[in-house]
């Protein structure tokens, strides 16, 4: 038994900033965004919330499964910038939805490696028959958590939400391959805004404008991090599940960078077809992108039948994850 991907979604705020719009806000250019990160433009929000992308991400992908909401068993959201603390974006989502059978649950803090993580707790439930189906959903607005006036981190990110719908069905449950550590963590942070106590700090408030309030990143330390470790742990879920690279018909890689996912293919000695990318139209959505590409290959009608499909994402933590699935016949 296994859990199949059969339907998939994503929603995209309109709003848009291209590399131009970012040089007017910090020291920067056009020229040096793309060559560094192969990124023109991201979106971001306006009127709307993580809660309300991951919702019509959701949405869509059940419409996409031919399922009504009422059939879905597991809502799992993966995020790191849910606009509340309670209750969680699954919960919520799951209102917006009817989806009133549901268990929700959300995987905060995993951040980039969310995704991959989420589909993975989703799997184990269904290959194990705890349940039927389920809707794995990864929705950012990174743009809240971003220090507009930082270029190391303000050129990279941007918002969106893209979801799964997942059926428990016959076939190979693949192992996934999973790292953290967290000794390495200070190399991505984002402090809590909600420090202040009150009773312990009553007068300690500190100003949401303080830079450690917002995304800080060491850019190089996680570029070779991930360089290093992703083709890795490719290799290792691979092994794991006696496979080779030619069993691999698309590699589905957290689009940080577009230098990461090449230097990931070489390293692999594999051909960068195989390794599809839209971080140039939306930046890094962190737990976000890979089920946004995913729908957009979904519905480009580039997901065929009994495909298999390797899912890798890496970030704060730090943590890396891989995952192999195939594609229902
Ligand atoms: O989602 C998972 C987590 N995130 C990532 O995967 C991101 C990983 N890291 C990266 O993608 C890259 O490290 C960055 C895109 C963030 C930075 O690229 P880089 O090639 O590592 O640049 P760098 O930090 O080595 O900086 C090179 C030069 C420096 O100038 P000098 O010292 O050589 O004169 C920087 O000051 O570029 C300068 N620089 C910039 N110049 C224009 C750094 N940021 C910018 C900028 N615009 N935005």
């Known amino acids: 038994m296994t859990g199949s991907i059969c339907g998939t979604g994503s929603y995209i705020p309109r709003f848009t900033m291209d590399n131009n719009d970012i040089a007017k806000l910090v020291d920067t250019s056009d020229e040096w965004i793309r060559e560094r990160t192969g990124i023109i433009r991201r979106h971001i929000i306006k009127e709307e919330t993580t809660v309300s992308m991951a919702s019509e991400a959701g949405k869509r992908a059940l419409e996409n499964a031919g399922m ?8 799992l959201v993966a995020t ?3 606009n509340v603390l309670l209750p969680c ?3 919520e989502v799951q209102k917006n939805l009817g989806a009133v059978n549901a268990v929700c649950l959300d995987l905060g803090g995993t951040a980039c490696s969310g995704f991959v993580l989420a589909y993975n707790t989703a799997e184990a ?3 194990w028959g705890i349940y039927k189906t389920a809707l794995v959903i990864g929705s950012e607005s990174l743009s809240a958590i971003t220090n507009w006036g930082d270029r ?3 050129i990279l990110f941007g918002d969106g939400a893209g979801a799964a719908v997942l059926k428990a069905q016959e076939g190979v449950s693949y192992l996934p391959a999973v790292h953290s550590d967290g000794a390495k963590g200070d190399a991505l942070t984002c402090r809590s805004r909600y420090e202040v106590n009150g009773i312990t700090k009553k007068d300690s408030y500190i100003s949401a404008e303080e830079n450690e309030y917002f995304i800080q990143m060491d850019g190089q330390a996680v570029f070779k991090f991930a360089v290093k470790k992703v083709p890795e742990v490719i290799g290792e879920v691979l092994e794991l599940n006696s496979l080779g690279k030619e069993d691999i018909d698309l590699y589905i890689l957290h689009q940080a960078n577009r230098r990461i996912v ?3 293919a070489k390293r692999l000695e594999e051909p960068i ?3 599809p990318m839209n971080l140039q139209e939306y930046g890094n959505t962190s737990s976000a992108s890979i089920p946004i590409l995913l729908d957009e290959l979904n519905r480009a009608g580039r997901l065929k039948p009994g495909q298999r499909l390797l899912l890798a994402g890496f970030g704060a933590g730090l943590t890396w994850a891989a995952s192999i699935l195939r ?3």
Do not use: H
Not at 68 to 75: F, G, K, Q
């Open 89 to 91: 974006t699954a919960c």
């Open 80 to 82: 790191i910038s849910s």
């Open 152 to 154: 190391g981190t303000c």
């Open 273 to 275: 077809e195989k390794f």
């Open 68 to 75: 009504d909401a009422e059939e879905i068993d597991l809502i």
């Open 327 to 329: 594609l229902p016949e």
């Open 125 to 127: 439930y269904l290959s």
């Open 262 to 264: 090449e230097a990931v």
